[in-house]
């Protein structure tokens, strides 16, 4: 009698997790979802993505790893992320509006500024959005539930311009409401064509191994590929755009001083060349300290910035900025060097240290 009650017990639990499944709603799984976005800083994974095309008969199937954290002031993607596909020596990295295309064979990077059309490097082919966030733009939405996920259903309109139809994209979540795989597929021309999107290995917040910032310290191993043709930036001849700087340390404005020469420095943590610079841009700020003022300028992570600068015994001043001075002084490269007279014109800029910053501040000297 007791191992009968016991089997009444079981199937009366599973009927019960099957209607409680079964009448979950859209509305339902998209709250359980949002919480779990909410909860996510940074994750990990491992990916196969299948594209295939009609037209030809074209499969791409590929794997690799991406890692993602999350960055609400980011106003591309809303994260950062690293991404690394398995059959070729190319890694991608975003970060603060910024690209890091780092090529493994010729350990060479190029720093470039962001944008979606990232996604299509090849580590941005490993990233996925839906992490941080599903469609918000879209013609019609429904839940496809089965045995053990939640599938939300999109159709979206037609792309009259580039003549994009039948646009359907399947979000498969798990018991979790984590995206397990994601299938997207439309014509085009009125050829079919699908993107497969496996995930596994999942790893959330604390269970990740590394960080976005152990992944930008690699850099330092590279050597930046600079353009073939440096571009004069907009604000040379011009008078200095800012007056005053934000101190590192402190957080006190501090306005800049138009009585002396002015050198500028931007730098970054994750920048080699920068770090091997200092002790040039030290030896300037002692030679020439009754003319010449150093201001540093970080933008990324203040905390280490301020570690880093200990470490190496920087004694010219920093400070630490938002990363829209770079646009303001189209700094695309680092490290990133202006001359300013007394005059609060900006004469001379510089990518890398050179030997010609000292020569052209003995020159605004005499």
């Known amino acids: 009698m007791k191992i009968y009650c016991f089997y009444i017990g079981i199937v009366f639990v599973f009927l019960f ?13 998209l709250t359980k979802y949002s919480e779990k976005v909410e909860s ?10 299948v594209d295939t095309f009609s037209q030809g008969g074209a499969v791409w199937d590929n794997k690799g790893f991406a890692h993602l954290e999350k960055r609400t002031e980011d106003t591309i993607f809303g994260f950062s992320f690293y991404g690394k596909r398995d059959d070729v020596p190319v890694i991608s990295i975003y970060d603060q509006g910024k690209t890091f295309t780092l090529d493994q064979k010729e350990m060479m990077y190029e720093l470039g500024k962001g944008g979606f059309y990232y996604m299509g490097s090849p580590g941005g082919q490993m990233v996925a959005t839906s992490f941080f966030g599903l469609d918000d733009e879209y013609q019609s939405r429904e839940l496809v539930k089965s045995d053990e996920n939640y599938t939300i259903k999109y159709t979206f309109p037609d792309d009259t311009t580039y003549l994009v139809t039948n646009r359907i994209k399947m979000v498969e979540l798990n018991a979790d409401f984590i995206p397990v795989k994601i299938k997207s597929s439309s014509l085009v021309q009125g050829e079919k064509s699908t993107t497969d999107l496996i995930f596994s290995d999942i790893k959330i917040n604390e269970n990740t191994s590394s960080s976005l910032e152990n992944y930008k310290d690699k850099i330092k191993e590279y ?39 002015v050198l500028l420095d931007f730098w970054e943590t994750w920048c080699g060349w920068c ?51 770079h646009d303001t002084f189209e700094v695309n490269s680092f490290p990133k060097y202006y001359l300013v007279d007394k005059n609060g014109v900006i004469v001379k800029e510089y990518f890398g240290f050179s030997d010609n910053i000292e020569r052209d501040i003995q020159v605004l000297i005499n």
């Not at 907009?234 to 340390?249: A, F």
């Not at 300037?284 to 470490?311: Q, R």
Request: net charge negative.
């Open 17 to 29: 997790s099957c209607q409680e499944k079964k009448d979950i709603t859209l509305e339902e799984v």
């Open 40 to 49: 996510i800083d940074k994750l990990s994974y491992n990916i196969r993505r």
């Open 275 to 325: 770090i091997k610079a200092f002790p040039d841009v030290e030896e300037l700020k002692k030679t020439y300290s009754e003319d010449l003022v150093v201001y540093g300028i970080s933008t990324e992570d203040k905390d280490k910035a301020i570690e880093l600068l200990d470490k190496k015994k920087v004694t010219f001043s920093n400070y630490f900025e938002d990363a829209s001075i």
């Open 223 to 261: 050597t930046l590929l600079m353009p073939e043709e440096d571009v004069p930036s907009i604000v040379l001849g011009k008078k200095l755009p800012i007056t005053n700087l934000t101190e590192l340390r402190t957080g006190k404005k501090v306005s800049i001083d138009n009585s002396k020469i």
